[in-house]
């Protein structure tokens, strides 16, 4: 009989023993790859169709954001309407994204509905006419949502500082304006989807409790499209960064707080330094008990929060550190994170600190391996940015075995004043 006088022992969450579901892999008949995570205990279903079609491969500013937007906007049979109500119907949710590399179409919906849905979601692929009154709304909408943003110094700093880490020309540096909106027509939206969506690269990510026939659905309806197979290879191009390193930048004479963005260039996932310096960013600025946080929130009192993180790119990537702070206090602001620089350079995590942080980053990946959803999220980005499958179970040995030298180290080599951009915006 258990004494409930004695309360439970502890367990450290480095002590756990973490390992990632495998998925399935299967190809379709145009040789589209296929990730499948078959698990939860709900009836729904995650439906994700990644195209290599984000930004990166846009050539006019803007483009890329609108074709992926306006698949949902009426096709040559349905109506922008009747698309959402064929969603509607079913309590499903069929959503677009874009980012830098890729653009996503997926699809929320309970198990039983995939065979009525999975056909509207060929139909967008295939069929999108991208109506002129539908173009003329986004371009309203968007316009008016720009306008509104650009009166956020939080807004505009993060469109500079990436233009000047990486230059307004780069992918990852650029940032669409009024006239760039205005410059949108149908006939180069056509264009691009005919490009990178219809006959462009994909790749489908599965998760939830999957119907047995799924694979021979996907094949029915996906199969016999004209995409193809990423090559897995996105072209590098160099990043031609801001000659200045420091910019003050008043964009409301009547703001009472600055956004502050201190930026640097850092390598990518497949640097052997970046699983290391993961576990650096977390003391340095990654959750709540950081030392950014300590010191500029807690002690300080100069914001309501801080964070230190890595930019999720694929060919290249940013360390940032990125706060909004009262305005008279936004150069002390500064001041103090670069000493916590400092600290990380001169002196050893001692370690307590390095054992709450390794339970803190545990703790969390525990967290994002809860259900089907998370567990297929994993492995879309270690998928994404071309890593292979130890990459995971790398990682997790990182966080536990990283010694507090090893992230002294790290911080004398990337943790310099010098090597940051720094931005403020009023």
Known sequence: MIDRKIPPPIKDAIEYKLDLKPYEFYSLDNNVPVYSINAGEQDVLQVEMVFYAGNFFEEQKGIAAATNFMLKNGTAKHTAFELNEAFEYYGSYCSRSCFNETAVLSLHTLSKHITKLLPVMQ??????????????????????????????????????????????????????????????????????????????????????????????????????????KPTGVIPAIKPIPAADKKYHIENDPTAVQGAVRIASHFPNRHHPD?????????????????????????????????????????????????????????????????????????????????????????????????????????????????????????SINEIKTVT?????????????????????VY
């Open 123 to 228: 139909e967008m692929l295939t069929d999108s006419i991208f109506p002129e009154e539908e173009l003329a709304t986004f371009k309203q909408n968007s316009k008016q949502r720009l306008k509104v943003n650009l009166q956020k110094a939080e807004f505009v700093a993060g469109r500079l500082i990436d233009s000047y880490l990486y230059g307004e020309n780069h992918p990852y540096g650029t940032y669409t304006n009024m006239e760039d909106v205005d410059a949108l027509t149908t006939d180069a939206l056509k264009n691009f989807y005919k490009q990178h969506y219809l006959n462009g690269n994909c790749v489908i990510f599965v998760a939830g409790l999957i119907p047995v026939n799924m694979q021979q659905l996907l094949n029915d309806y996906f199969g016999k499209l004209s995409v193809g």
């Open 274 to 394: 970046f699983k290391k310096a993961v576990v650096l960013n977390n003391v340095f600025g990654g959750f709540f008990g950081s030392r950014l946080m300590s010191n500029i929130r807690e002690d300080k009192g100069y914001t309501y929060g801080i964070h230190s993180y890595f930019q999720n790119h694929i060919t290249e990537s940013a360390w940032v550190i990125s706060t909004e702070a009262g305005k008279e206090v936004c150069d002390a602001t500064i001041r103090e994170i670069y000493k916590e620089m400092k600290k990380l350079r001169e002196e050893k995590i001692d370690e307590e600190e390095l054992l709450l942080v390794r339970n803190y980053m545990i703790g969390g990946i525990l967290g994002e391996l809860d259900g089907p959803f998370q567990i297929i999220a994993k492995w879309k980005n270690i998928i994404l940015n071309n890593l292979d499958e130890n990459y995971f179970h790398e």
């Open 404 to 424: 507090a030298l090893d992230l002294q180290q790290l911080a004398n080599k990337y943790l310099s004043p010098e090597h940051f951009y720094e931005l403020v």
